[in-house]
T-cell receptor, first 115, second 119 residues
Framework: KAGVTQTPRYLIKTRGQQVTLSCSPI?????VSWYQQTPGQGLQFLFE???????NKGNFPGRFSGRQFSNSRSEMNVSTLELGDSALYLC??????????????FGEGSRLTVL | AQTVTQSQPEMSVQEAETVTLSCTYD???????LFWYKQPPSRQMILVIR??????QNATENRFSVNFQKAAKSFSLKISDSQLGDAAMYFC????????????????FGQGTILTVHP
């Protein structure tokens, strides 16, 4: 069974640009969550999608957005990039997103560097 | 708001020895889950062990066990017979047990503890 796949694995952007990251969950998983990991702030929750609907959102500015497609694949977008957006972005999938059956399985992440 | 604190930025252990990683958390909720995740360098984060707050019995998974003290809001991880492959960043995480609202997909993580295993 394939794991959570994130693309691209590495990317470099400049300030002011935008970026789109992709996440393919484990087959059968309908919930996708996104996290930002930085040395200073650690791991912070961005948002969660289930059946194409955003159900939960962390405390990030509106420049951070996401969406989920009917096949459960998800994308997150960051517009008007700032230096502080440099981070490892992790995607996690689970069957339902609820705790009872909702163990999170993480991808390897997309490492974004903003110059 | 819930917070998770790992007070040990780095720990080291000799191969085959035992090491304990500390974690404390703060919550006003009574129904929640606690986790330890392992993140090896440049590799994906994987679940090591989980504990349901309503269970008094400490969870164990092979060489990994926890000491869950609900009243003290403490959740430490003990790794026995440490192996070189245990070297990684370890994260303690909290998740509200409610099925809706702010719990969907959301883990609250500690800052992590880097574990080094010496041969």
């Amino acid at each position: 069974k394939a794991g959570v796949t994130q693309t691209p694995r590495y990317l470099i952007k400049t300030r002011g640009q935008q970026v789109t990251l992709s996440c393919s969950p484990i087959s059968g998983h309908r919930s996708v969550s996104w996290y930002q990991q930085t040395p200073g702030q650690g791991l912070q929750f961005l948002f969660e999608y289930f059946s194409e609907t955003q159900r939960n959102k962390g405390n990030f500015p509106g420049r951070f957005s996401g969406r989920q497609f009917s096949n459960s694949r998800s994308e997150m977008n960051v517009s008007t990039l700032e230096l502080g957006d440099s981070a490892l972005y992790l995607c996690a999938s689970s069957r339902t997103g609820s705790i009872g059956t909702g163990e999170l399985f993480f991808g390897e992440g997309s490492r974004l560097t903003v110059l | 708001a819930q917070t998770v604190t790992q007070s040990q930025p780095e720990m080291s252990v000799q191969e085959a020895e035992t090491v304990t990683l500390s974690c404390t958390y703060d919550t006003s909720e009574s129904d929640y889950y606690l986790f330890w995740y392992k993140q090896p360098p440049s590799r994906q984060m994987i679940l090591v062990i989980r504990q349901e707050a309503y269970k008094q019995q400490n969870a164990t998974e092979n060489r990994f066990s926890v000491n869950f003290q609900k009243a003290a809001k403490s959740f430490s991880l003990k790794i026995s017979d440490s192996q070189l492959g245990d070297a990684a960043m370890y994260f303690c995480a909290y998740r509200l047990a409610n099925a809706g609202g702010t719990s969907y997909g959301k883990l609250t993580f500690g800052q992590g503890t880097i574990l080094t295993v010496h041969p």
